[in-house]
């Protein structure tokens, strides 16, 4: 382990061998000359110590957090891996870490027990893997520092109700590229803090009513990319912050007459490629701060209400096609 071993050259006592302790002096002399990180090289093989404890390590060697990591790791980012299971024990006595990614690796199964080891967790990545599921009860440990989760790039079909609920703290939710058919009623409940939500790429077909109701907060969301045929009524209410949002790649055929909520803070909202005829008059009567609109592509567009741009500002920037 690097930190017995750098304190015992710090030790090393000369008196009693005077012959060799020139040469042990130098020894010691060089070590201590070199740059502090050198201590590092007694770092997991795979693996890179950088400075102030953010390990990085790849490689098929790697089956399972590899062990011997530095005391002060505060981030470990493990990629292209052969670890395909998270098991109870995989973050165990890595007290100090707060950010875990483990990507690219063909994880597939993590168990319902692996975060108990590690509740101090503020970032948590586990895209591009093949999680098909995840436990239902995963999170129900108090792991309420967490702020961010990415999820993406994975094969998730389905998500249970209740999964996100103990994380009242996270900020952003990625679940972009994967199967979901759709989203629970209720699944975002309690996340009063979220700002980012990424739903895009998807399987969707419908929305539950009032789904994104508790997201108060929340300043991006992107449902682009997904099978929705309908939007229910006053979907987008109740997003005060709101100031992303994305439809596009939808074949929904129209939009309900009430969707959106107050949302001064709005700046970019693509509407392209959806199977839209119309859309209702007042659909930017709330947007006011639109920016950036982005309507080309509606191929079944055929004509918009006269008044649709009443309230969208002189200089934002229209793509229509
Ligand atoms: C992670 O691994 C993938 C595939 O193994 C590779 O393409 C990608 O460049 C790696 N990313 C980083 C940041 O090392
Ligand atoms: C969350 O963070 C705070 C402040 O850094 C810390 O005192 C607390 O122990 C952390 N909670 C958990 C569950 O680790
Ligand atoms: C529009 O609907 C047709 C079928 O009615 C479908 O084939 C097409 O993919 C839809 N367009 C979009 C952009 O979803
Ligand atoms: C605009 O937002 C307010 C407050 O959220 C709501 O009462 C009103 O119905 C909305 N207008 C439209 C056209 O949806």
């Known amino acids: 382990r690097r930190n017995r071993y750098c304190t015992v050259l710090g030790v090393v006592s000369c008196s009693s061998f005077p012959l060799t302790c020139a040469g042990m002096l130098w020894m010691v002399l060089v070590l201590f000359m070199l740059p502090p990180h050198t201590c590092y090289a007694f770092c997991p093989g795979s693996c890179h ?3 102030l ?3 990085k390590c790849s490689g098929f060697s790697i089956t399972d957090v590899p062990e011997h990591m530095p005391t002060f790791m505060f981030l470990l980012q493990l990629n292209g891996t052969k670890m395909e299971v998270m098991n109870e024990q995989s973050l165990a006595n890595l007290n100090n870490l707060l950010r875990f990614s483990l990507t690219n690796s063909h994880l597939h199964t993590v168990h319902p027990h692996a975060f108990h080891v590690a509740t101090q967790l503020k970032s948590l990545k586990l895209s591009s893997n093949d999680l098909s599921t995840i436990p239902a009860r995963v ?3 108090g792991m309420t520092n967490l702020t961010f989760l990415n999820l993406g790039r994975n094969c998730i079909k389905k998500l249970p109700t209740s999964i996100f609920h103990p994380l009242t703290h996270l900020q952003h939710l990625l679940l972009y ?5 759709t989203l629970e009623p209720g699944m975002f409940d309690g ?6 939500l990424k739903i895009h790429h998807n399987h969707i077909t419908s929305l539950p009513a009032q789904v994104f109701w508790p997201l108060r907060n929340l300043k991006i969301l992107s449902l682009s990319s997904n099978r929705l045929q309908v939007i229910p009524e006053k979907s987008f209410y109740y997003m005060p912050s709101l100031s992303y949002l994305t439809l596009y790649k939808n074949p929904m055929s129209s939009l309900p007459v009430q969707l959106m909520g107050h949302m001064p803070y709005i700046k970019t909202f693509h509407l392209f490629n959806t199977n839209l005829t119309t859309v209702p008059g007042n659909l930017f009567t709330n947007m006011s701060g639109l920016l950036t609109l982005h309507i080309q592509f509606n191929n079944k567009l055929q004509e918009l209400p006269s008044d649709l741009f009443c309230y969208v500002q002189s200089h934002s920037v229209l793509q229509m096609g």
Request: with cysteine; glycine share 4%.
């Open 49 to 51: 110590c950088l400075h």
């Open 53 to 55: 404890g953010a390990v």
């Open 139 to 141: 999170f129900n440990i």
């Open 177 to 181: 590229n994967n199967e979901l058919e």
């Open 191 to 196: 996340l009063v803090n979220l700002k980012e």
